[in-house]
Every structure is written in structure tokens, then in C-alpha cells.
T-cell receptor, first 112, second 111 residues
């Protein structure tokens, strides 16, 4: 079983809509969860991190973590064409010593 | 954000050549990482370091080697480049807590 799985894309939403990106992880002891955004040909940039169960909001972005279900999600409100990118879920597993494990990513397209 | 510098950004090189990709940061971060990413594919950890003279292989087997003689530098070397090494190589650094930031990447093409 792959350690970090993301919902298969691509995901297409109209401008102004809410985009929902999902991620599950296999290591139940994982403590730290990250969402990165990667534009084509660029390096990943950190959007948000979350450590505790519940929601964490930062502007138009909300990360949600449910450790019991081993599930983390990212909601993007009022999606803009500039949000079109690949979104990468990453996890630091228990005992991994600060090594990030990435999912394959979900390609999001926001249509004007 | 961390200031992580990678050079060269783009490199086209012939088969059999030795190459070194440079990665540096000036903030004294202890943990540094090298990831490899083929176009449109996922990132794979190939090397990491917890400090000076500490290097470990990552999850993806790589023919490259790394060194950490100084805290600021974490260079990656390929002794004999092959077309299969064509990829993007991303250096990252742990800034604090569990926050890890990436440099801009080095695109390597071996012809």
C-alpha cells in the first residue's frame, strides 16, 4: 500500500467555486501533514501545514485533518485561475526523522 | 521562507561526464534533502542529511552521491552521467519545527 495517496485528478472547477483536494496516509503514527502547490516546471511551494485534528484556515485555504480516519484535505475557496497547479500532499511519518513522503499530486484546473 | 539556492538551474551534459549540483543555504539549517522528480511524476527522496558529516540514502535508489562538509552546502554528484539521470533535482531544507522548503530546482538533461 502506498504511504500517501491522493484523489486521482485532474480536477476541474469553475472560477469562484470551492476546490476540494483529498489525501489519505497509511502510517497511523504520522504527526505532521503538509500541502504544497507546484506549478508546471517549478519547485513545490508550501501552502499549509497542520498537526492537530480539525480545521486550520489561512486566507482562502483550509486544511482539515482527521487522524482517526488517516485523512487530510485541502479546501480552496473562491478558486482563481492562478490556483491552477498540482497540489501535493506530504506527510512526516512516525520515526521517519523529518523525512517528507509525498503523494503523486492532484492537478487542479480553475476555469475562468 | 528559507533562502535555498541551487545551481545550475539548467544543465545539458554529455553521457559519461561528471556533474555536481550545488545546494546552499545561509541560515544554518541542520536538515537538508535532495528529491528527484521526473516531469509530471511524483517526488522521491534520494538523499538527506541531519548535519555536518551526516548523510543517508533516501527511499529511491540513486547512483548519485552527496556530501555535507559544511552546514551551508549539500552538493549532489553524479560521477558518470547517463540519459536515465535526466530529471529535475530539488534541494530542500528544514527551516524549523517540521517546515520544509524547497529551492528552485536543477533541471538536468543528459544527452
Amino acid at each position: 500500500q502506498k504511504e500517501v495517496e491522493q484523489n486521482s485528478g485532474p480536477l476541474s472547477v469553475p472560477e469562484g467555486a470551492i476546490a476540494s483536494l483529498n489525501c489519505t496516509y497509511s502510517d497511523r503514527g504520522s504527526q505532521s501533514f503538509f500541502w504544497y502547490r507546484q506549478y508546471s516546471g517549478k519547485s513545490p511551494e508550501l501552502i499549509m501545514f497542520i498537526y492537530s485534528n480539525g480545521d486550520k484556515e489561512d486566507g482562502r485555504f483550509t486544511a482539515q485533518l482527521n487522524k482517526a480516519s488517516q485523512y487530510v484535505s485541502l479546501l480552496i475557496r473562491d478558486s482563481q485561475p492562478s490556483d491552477s497547479a498540482t497540489y501535493l500532499c506530504a506527510v512526516i511519518g512516525e520515526g521517519s526523522n523529518y523525512k517528507l513522503t509525498f503523494g503523486k499530486g492532484t492537478l487542479l484546473t480553475v476555469n475562468p | 521562507e528559507a533562502d535555498i539556492y541551487q545551481t545550475p538551474r539548467y544543465l545539458v551534459i554529455g553521457t559519461g561526464k561528471k556533474i555536481t549540483l550545488e545546494c546552499s543555504q545561509t541560515m544554518g539549517h541542520d536538515k537538508m534533502y535532495w528529491y528527484q522528480q521526473d516531469p509530471g511524476m511524483e517526488l522521491h527522496l534520494i538523499h538527506y542529511s541531519y548535519g555536518v558529516n551526516s548523510t543517508e540514502k533516501g527511499d529511491l535508489s540513486s547512483e548519485s552521491t552527496v556530501s555535507r562538509i559544511r552546514t551551508e552546502h549539500f552538493p549532489l554528484t553524479l560521477e558518470s552521467a547517463r540519459p536515465s539521470h535526466t530529471s529535475q533535482y530539488l534541494c530542500a531544507s528544514r527551516v524549523g519545527g517540521n517546515t520544509i522548503y524547497f529551492g528552485e530546482g536543477s533541471w538536468l538533461t543528459v544527452v
